[in-house]
């Protein structure tokens, strides 16, 4: 079992910038890939931006590149998500995710999930 807790969400303006958190904790040895997927009201659920628990190899979706960036520390087993130049498109419930698959842009290859943050940005 892997338990992840995301926090740092908020209300924003758009411009704005916020970080969001993801600490892991349980058996996280055999995880290899952390994610943050999002959705909006009324829509499927998206990715965002994921990081390779070792190297740290990252992959974003297009429409977040050269605005968020995801990091990680592995130290402290938490991942963020730097989002920057936030607009209104942006609001979502953020979730933080883990696999153990070799590498994944997939919801269904994702079995842990954290609770989510909500990330709204006001025009």
């Known amino acids: 079992q892997v338990q992840l807790v995301e926090s740092g969400g908020g209300l924003v303006q758009a411009g704005g910038s916020l970080r969001l958190s993801c600490a892991a904790s349980?058996?996280?040895?055999?995880?290899?890939?952390m994610a943050w997927f999002r959705q909006a009201p009324g829509k499927e659920r998206e990715f965002v931006a994921r990081i390779m628990w070792n190297g740290g190899s990252t992959y974003y979706a297009d429409f977040v590149k050269n605005r968020f960036t995801i990091s990680r520390d592995n130290a402290k087993n938490t991942v963020y998500l730097q989002m920057n130049s936030l607009q209104p498109e942006d609001t979502a419930v953020y979730y933080c995710a883990a696999s153990n698959a070799l590498d994944s842009a997939f919801s269904r290859s994702y079995h842990y999930w954290g609770q989510g943050t909500q990330v709204t940005v006001s025009s």
């Open positions: 349980g058996r996280t040895f055999s995880t290899r890939i």
